[in-house]
T-cell receptor, first 113, second 112 residues
């Protein structure tokens, strides 16, 4: 079935470090791909998305590129801040059928000053 | 801005009680969703609704039911709460135009 696999957490980095959170997916057809972020005590909010192969989504200094050949959508940021501490979820939506998302298990990120 | 509100942030119920979780969205979205969030498991879809009075089971519907009598409101019902339903429950609505799900702040339910 359709699924999303994220790198295991938790991830702890120092401020200004480079961040990569890996995400790979299994799906039929051409899904849309998303990164959602959940700050402490809040619901999820969309961070970025890509709807077709080779698209790059970007927001708040974060980037992710839709790689069809490796079925991946890795999240990257060049210089993280303490305020980036949160849980990050990778997700996909199938092109056909119901408008539901399939989520990865989430990666907790902690940035130390 | 889209707003999705949930009736309670924290809820404590006893085993066997009937529990209602309410969700309201203000953007006239047709699609609404209920998820539960557990550590290491991500978000799992319980039920979703694509129109008033229409519903479909998600991946883990057992022990839950839903109600959608009005477009803006989607309720999750635990018919007889059990301790394994202790979890964070998240509601979302979907904008087909923006291709984005909007989430409420969540309800942390504890069943004792």
């Amino acid at each position: 079935g359709d699924s999303v696999t994220q790198m295991e957490g938790p991830v702890t980095l120092s401020e200004e470090a480079f961040l990569t959170i890996n995400c790979t997916y299994t799906a039929t057809g051409y899904p849309s791909l998303f990164w959602y972020v959940q700050y402490p005590g809040e619901g999820l909010q969309l961070l970025l998305k890509a709807t077709k192969a080779d698209d790059k989504g970007s927001n708040k200094g974060f980037e992710a590129t839709y790689r069809k050949e490796t079925t991946s959508f890795h999240l990257e940021k060049g210089s993280v801040q303490v305020s980036d501490s949160a849980v990050y979820f990778c997700a996909l939506k199938l092109a056909q059928g119901a408008q539901k998302l399939v989520f990865g298990q989430g990666t907790r990120l902690t940035i130390n000053p | 801005d889209v707003k999705v509100t949930q009736s309670s942030r924290y809820l404590v119920k006893r085993t066997g009680e009937k529990v209602f979780l309410e969700c309201v969205q203000d953007m006239d979205h047709e699609n609404m969703f209920w998820y539960r969030q557990d550590p290491g498991l991500g978000l799992r879809l319980i039920y979703f609704s694509y129109d008033v009075k229409m519903k479909e089971k998600g991946d883990i519907p057992e022990g839950y039911s839903v109600s959608r009598e009005k477009k803006e409101r989607f309720s999750l019902i635990l018919e007889s709460a059990s301790t394994n339903q202790t979890s964070m429950y998240l509601c979302a609505s979907y904008s087909g135009y923006r291709l984005e799900q909007y989430f409420g702040p969540g309800t942390r339910l504890t069943v004792t």
